[in-house]
């Protein structure tokens, strides 16, 4: 146990610990939102909007988290991995706001139909929609992310590579 305790001090085994979380989880939301829509349940359609705005959140900890870590992870890695990391950080940089996006208008879907209930089917459906993108772009992020550390999912260095930044 104190060693796992030890580990949770290093940024880098959090941010892997945590990083599955807004991909899964909204895959996840995104199955119960179908669900619920099929169904026409606006209780079932509530626990969708909850999972949906907790992986849409968890972008949060999860950058935060891989930030504190770039520079340790960057050290330890070569060419071609700090390439895949200064790719993954740019896409998290221009991904993290579509789960924002998505968060904020699966809490009004939440909200909204109580006061507006014509509100609840459109708004249902941007969020389905949103978070269809939220997980294709967590799935473009973790693209990159994967092959900084498995060597064996490279097939030579990103195809667009970014300039590191020395702020990592």
């Keep these: 146990m104190h ?38 349940s606006r209780p079932a359609q509530i626990t969708a909007f909850v999972v949906v705005i907790f992986a849409a959140l968890s972008v949060w900890p999860v950058g935060e988290f891989g930030e504190r870590a770039s520079d340790r992870v960057y050290a330890m890695s070569n060419k071609e991995a700090q390439q895949w990391l200064d790719v993954h ?34 708004l249902a459906l941007a969020t389905l929609v949103l978070a269809l993108a939220s997980l294709g772009v967590g799935a473009w992020i973790s693209h990159a992310g994967g092959k900084i550390r498995h060597s064996e999912f490279r097939n030579g260095p990103p195809p667009n590579p970014v300039p590191h930044e020395e702020e990592h």
């Design 3 to 40: 060693e796992f305790l030890q580990q949770l001090k290093q940024p880098e085994y959090v941010h892997v610990l945590l990083n599955p979380i807004p991909v899964y989880a909204m895959a996840s939301g995104v199955l119960a939102l179908v669900v619920a829509l099929i169904l026409r």
């Design 89 to 122: 950080m740019h896409r998290a940089d221009l991904g993290e706001w579509v789960f924002y996006v998505t968060a904020a208008v699966a809490a009004a879907a939440l909200v909204a139909p109580r006061f507006r209930p014509r509100t609840q089917l459109p």
